[in-house]
């Protein structure tokens, strides 16, 4: 058997994780030069590690999950969410209901939060999910880099966070806004009646087939006239395949 492909399967028993979910080409490539900079010469070798190294693993789990995020993440579709989209939204439902999938690190979920918080709305049920656990720890601490908030309005900054001297810790009221749970998009049950679903950059990694079902899945969980916002690189290019329209550039519309 290809040793990737019984890496693949050891790493399903062992996390959850599917890694044939994932592009394998793009997958391989990222793992053998994570393992090789471990000095490990196989995955064989480097799975035995895994199952005892709890650090490898988070690290494993770190790489395969891509967590790169940032507040405010292409700031001009931001815009648009909390000056057309988040108002029309709330004009039909006094309390939102909002899910931030694949959350990485948090800077997406706060970042839906402080825009609830500007905007004047009551606060939303805000769900922030992730399939790593590790990450999720993280994103509950709310401390982040500079290069994290770089997007953000001078105002919000000082408004949600305190600022040390080389980090910006998320404000305690803002924390409690949201609540993070593990959730695996492939295989876990989705929620349901959301007026918004955020799930940015992620899908890019996935194959075809796990997209369809997945964005199918989003419509399911959305309610007539919900939203699901994607990143830059995750145009959807038959909406109509999902009950989706086009309403804005990334935004999509529940019929």
Request: net charge positive; aromatic share 14%.
């Amino acid at each position: 058997m290809n040793e990737y492909v019984q890496f693949a399967k050891d790493i399903y028993k062992l996390t959850g994780i599917d890694l044939t979910s994932y592009k394998e080409a793009q997958m391989k490539r990222r793992l053998t030069s994570l393992y090789e900079k471990k000095g490990f010469g196989s995955f064989y070798g480097y799975f035995q590690e895994l199952k005892r190294n709890d650090l490898l693993l988070l690290e494993f789990l770190d790489r395969m999950t891509i967590n790169v995020s940032e507040f405010y993440r292409n700031c001009k579709r931001w815009e648009v969410l909390e000056k057309k989209i988040m108002p029309e939204l709330a004009s039909k439902n006094h309390k939102l209901k909002i899910w931030s999938a694949a959350c990485s690190t948090g800077e997406e979920p706060y970042t839906l939060a402080m825009i609830t918080r500007e905007l004047g709305l009551l606060p939303p049920q805000l769900i922030a999910t992730d399939l790593d656990s590790n990450v999720i720890a993280r994103a509950r601490l709310g401390l982040y880099p500079e290069r994290s908030i770089k997007e953000v309005p001078e105002h919000v900054k000082n408004q949600y966070f305190k600022i040390q001297a080389d980090s910006y810790e998320v404000k305690e009221d803002i924390k409690k806004m949201v609540q993070f749970q593990k959730h695996n998009l492939l295989s876990d049950s989705y929620g349901k009646e959301y007026d918004l679903i955020v799930c940015r950059n992620v899908l890019i990694y996935f194959t075809e087939e796990a997209k369809e079902r997945i964005y199918l899945k989003f419509s399911q969980s959305l309610k007539s006239g919900g939203y699901l916002f994607v990143g830059s690189t995750e145009q959807i290019f038959h909406p109509d395949r999902y009950g989706f329209e086009s309403a804005e550039t990334f935004f999509y519309r529940k019929n």
